[in-house]
């Protein structure tokens, strides 16, 4: 497929809010031969997911051109492991692709292992702002004592997880709000991101969200026309969304998606819950929690497009 630009309704959105831009956090970048492993997985509608095509299925630099098309400035390279002896790889290459990617916020990885706490403790030292843990995929328990350290490491810098740990597409066997709940027992200032608002379990971690002023959720394929379908989220909770304004923030899932990019936006808008709450969703939250520069209050001083990336 070619390049997909935006020059309809993104472009208008952003400038019917007065954004700078989108913030999305939840982009995959990863190595070329890890990610068409991940098509190939989609394409075989293996036993996580429901069959689904990749609307963005493009080399690197255009899927790159792609993105910023839609007037995204700053994203993330979620990568995750799936076994031992994979993460401390996965971070070298993104610890690259941010230096070469300065738009991209430098992304980090980790799995239950016992140098676990080295990766993680390099990958901090090399300036990772957000980690990825995706507990359905990688069958583990957050709470497996391997990982003790890394959470401790993880909370006392403020770094961002973006976990997967709802039940959809199809349950794991650590997946859902429990293990989630035990975990911030012990680390109740970890800053969590839960991936895709927990589907289906969208009240529980709703929940937690309410208990929790670090735990946010990110928007990914939730109220599609895809994910609707299988598990639409509760008319009745949309009250909620307005209430943790400040805890949700924007993801895609780009380019690992079934549908234009355009569509993520809309579904957001027709929510109806209004400017204000697209603008902090879309930009502010997402901004304010990495330090992304807005050019519009940075007059007079050096603009700096992602902190520490």
Excluded at 2 to 12: F, K, N, V
Excluded at 38 to 49: E, I, N, S
Excluded at 94 to 104: I, K, L
Excluded at 202 to 214: G, T
Aim: charged share 25%.
């Amino acid at each position: 497929m070619s390049r997909i630009d935006d020059t309809g309704y993104l472009s208008a959105f952003r400038a019917r809010l007065g954004l700078p831009g989108i913030i999305d956090v939840h982009t995959h970048f990863m190595p070329e031969r890890v990610l068409r492993k991940v098509w190939a997985y989609f394409d075989a509608a293996g036993p996580l997911v429901r069959p689904m095509s990749i609307t963005y299925r493009n080399d690197e630099q255009v899927r790159l051109d792609t993105v910023r098309g839609f007037g995204v400035r700053a994203f993330t390279a979620l990568a995750y492991p799936h076994k031992p002896d994979m993460a401390a790889w996965l971070n070298e290459w993104t610890a690259d692709f941010a230096a070469r990617t300065p738009d991209c916020l430098h992304t980090a990885t980790f799995f239950p292992e016992g140098r676990a706490a080295d990766d993680v403790a390099t990958a901090i030292e090399r300036g990772a702002r957000v980690f990825k843990a995706h507990v359905q995929v990688g069958d583990y328990d957050p709470g497996d004592p391997l990982l003790d350290p890394v959470w401790g490491l993880l909370e006392d810098a403020q770094i961002p997880v973006v976990i997967h740990c709802g039940s959809g597409p199809a349950p794991g066997t650590y997946t859902g709000p429990e293990p989630i709940a035990r975990l911030l027992r012990r680390f109740p200032r970890l800053s969590l991101i839960i991936a895709h608002m927990g589907v289906p379990e969208y009240s529980a971690f709703l929940d937690l969200a309410e208990k929790s002023a670090e735990v946010r959720l990110d928007t990914t394929m939730v109220w599609t026309d895809f994910t609707e379908a299988y598990a639409p989220f509760p008319v009745h909770e949309r009250s909620r969304l307005r209430a943790l304004a400040d805890r949700i923030v924007f993801g895609s899932d780009f380019p690992n998606i079934p549908y234009p990019y355009e569509h993520s936006i809309q579904v957001l808008e027709h929510l109806d819950l209004g400017e204000d709450w697209l603008r902090q969703v879309c930009y502010r939250n997402a901004a304010t929690l990495f330090g992304v520069a807005d050019p519009a209050s940075s007059l007079g001083r050096s603009s700096t497009t992602v902190e520490g990336s």
